[in-house]
Each structure stands twice: as structure tokens, then as C-alpha cells.
């Protein structure tokens, strides 16, 4: 269930400028891994040779892929907000991306949302732009910090 519900795109451009709220967290684990790895073709070892990482890393472990914790935003975003007038969005990209901690392979990351625009697309649609900052549990420095952009259709 979304934090927040919002019956139309108007409504939602009210919350312009607040945090609209945190995900629960997801675990990041090995297997998680491995099929992103298997899905993008990046095999690097950094990633998927958890014993060379135990010996090689500072952390002692693999750790996430960045796009793998970036293509979790989707999903955090859907657990803090809806709007019930939208038929369908698309992902229209991002502003800044910033990668600013490693997630090693068991962690638990969950998403915190500000919106911050929401303005008329010429698609028709309405662009929404939200910075997202991914936590790590336990740690202080985010995963990573993202201003992301979609379009929403009524």
C-alpha cells in the first residue's frame, strides 16, 4: 500500500516541494545479484566472485551493481505514492545520478522521496521530477541519489 494515495495528477502538484515519504526495505542479496549480472552481462567479479571479493574488497564482500540498486526505484517509488487517475507512465529519464556508496551483497536499501516538480509534458502527460536518496541500513552515506524523471498520463 502507497504512503500516499492521490486521486489526480492536481492533487498530487500540491505536494510539490515535500518528502512524500520512505519504501520498506528490500534485501539485496547474492542471488538478486547474480541474475542482474546474467540479465546486463556484467559478470564483473566485483559483483559475482564472492570468494575473491572476501579476499580482494575492503568490505569482504560483493557488492550490488549501481544500476541494479538504480532499477529499484520504480518499485520504492510505487510504495510511496499513486495517483488513482493515471492510466499509465513511463520512465523519461534523470537529471543527476550520483553513486555514492557501495551495497554490499545482504544489505537492506530502501528509497526516500521528494517531490520536487510536477509541470504539463508535451506529450500530453505530466512530468513529474522526484530526487530519490537510496539507504543503506546501517549506514550513514546513501547507495546513491537520483533525480528522476516520468511521465504520468490521465
Known sequence: MAINNFATIAEMKKSVGSVLGTSTWTTIDQDRINKFADATGDHQWIHVDVERAQKELP???????????????????????QVESVVHAVNYGGNKLRFLNMV????????????????????????????????????????LIAETMAVLYE
Open 104 to 143: 554490499p551483497a545482504g544489505s537492506k536499501v530502501r528509497g526516500h522521496l521528494t517531490l520536487k516538480s510536477v509541470e504539463e509534458h508535451k506529450s500530453g502527460g505530466h512530468q513529474v521530477i522526484a530526487e530519490v536518496s537510496v539507504e543503506i541500513d546501517g549506514q550513514e552515506r546513501p547507495a
Open 59 to 81: 568490505i569482504k564482500s560483493t557488492i550490488a551493481h549501481g544500476y541494479l540498486t538504480l532499477s529499484l526505484i520504480p518499485m520504492m517509488n510505487y510504495e510511496i505514492y
